[in-house]
Antibody, heavy 122, light 108 residues
Framework: EVQLVQSGAEVKKPGESLKISCRTS????????IGWVRQMPGKGLEWMGI????????KYSPSFQGQVTMSVDRSTGTTYLHWSSLKASDSAMYYC???????????????WGQGTLVTVSS | SYGLTQPPSVSVAPGKTASITCGGN??????VHWYQQKPGQAPVVVIY???DRPSGIPERFSGSTSGNTATLTISRVEAGDEADYYC???????????FGGGTKLTVL
């Protein structure tokens, strides 16, 4: 069974750094892209970017390029999302999700983590 | 930039049919996927590749595309179908994911 388990809720102050995680199991980690999706309170889904664990190739949404960094640890099957300096506007729920990817562009998220709630407040 | 347009809300009585639309200029040449998100839960894919259903998704859920509009149709709507629904496509120029704004389905 494919599983994505995310780290727990975080409460941080503006300017602090943060790394949240998404631990996967039940499939070959290096063979599937993993994406990150933001959902601000009461709002819709926003794609942040994807990372390919096989070679750490990344694709970022222009809205999030330079704002966050994605990384992987192939030894543990874990993907990370990192902020170097948080802002209050980063307060949101963050989901990781596995991307089913094909050459015919039938690309969608077939499994999701449970979400990590990040609260940034002074 | 290219975007997908969904109605903010759709209401339907139990047992009736709900149709949720997703409009986009290039959607006729793209593979459309649909997600259901119930309150406090992560999204779940209910339709992928325009009309395919993952295992475990009831046959009441179906998808189609005509022209620049994709449609998620839910037949014999149940109270448990009340949720937010999002459409999604992949755009390869450059590679990126696009979500629609979401539609809140209310079962009356």
């Amino acid at each position: 069974e494919v599983q994505l388990v995310q780290s727990g809720a975080e409460v941080k102050k503006p300017g602090e750094s943060l790394k949240i995680s998404c631990r996967t199991s039940g499939y070959i980690f290096s063979s599937f892209w993993i994406g990150w999706v933001r959902q601000m309170p009461g709002k819709g889904l926003e794609w942040m970017g994807i990372i390919y664990p096989g070679d750490s190739d990344t694709k970022y949404s222009p809205s999030f390029q330079g704002q966050v960094t994605m990384s992987v640890d192939r030894s543990t099957g874990t993907t990370y999302l990192h902020w170097s300096s948080l802002k209050a506007s980063d307060s949101a729920m963050y989901y990781c999700a596995r991307l089913t990817y094909s050459d015919s562009d039938v690309n969608f998220f077939d499994s999701w983590g449970q979400g990590t709630l990040v609260t940034v407040s002074s | 930039s290219y975007g997908l347009t969904q109605p903010p809300s759709v209401s339907v009585a139990p047992g009736k049919t709900a149709s949720i639309t997703c409009g986009g200029n290039h959607i006729g040449s793209q593979s459309v996927h649909w997600y259901q998100q119930k309150p406090g839960q992560a999204p779940v894919v209910v339709i992928y590749n325009e009309r395919d259903r993952p295992s475990g998704i009831p046959e009441r859920f179906s998808g189609s595309t005509s022209g620049n509009t994709a449609t998620l149709t839910i037949s014999r709507v149940e109270a448990g179908d009340e949720a937010d629904y999002y459409c999604q496509v992949w755009d390869s120029s450059p590679d990126h994911v696009i979500f629609g704004g979401g539609t809140k389905l209310t079962v009356l």
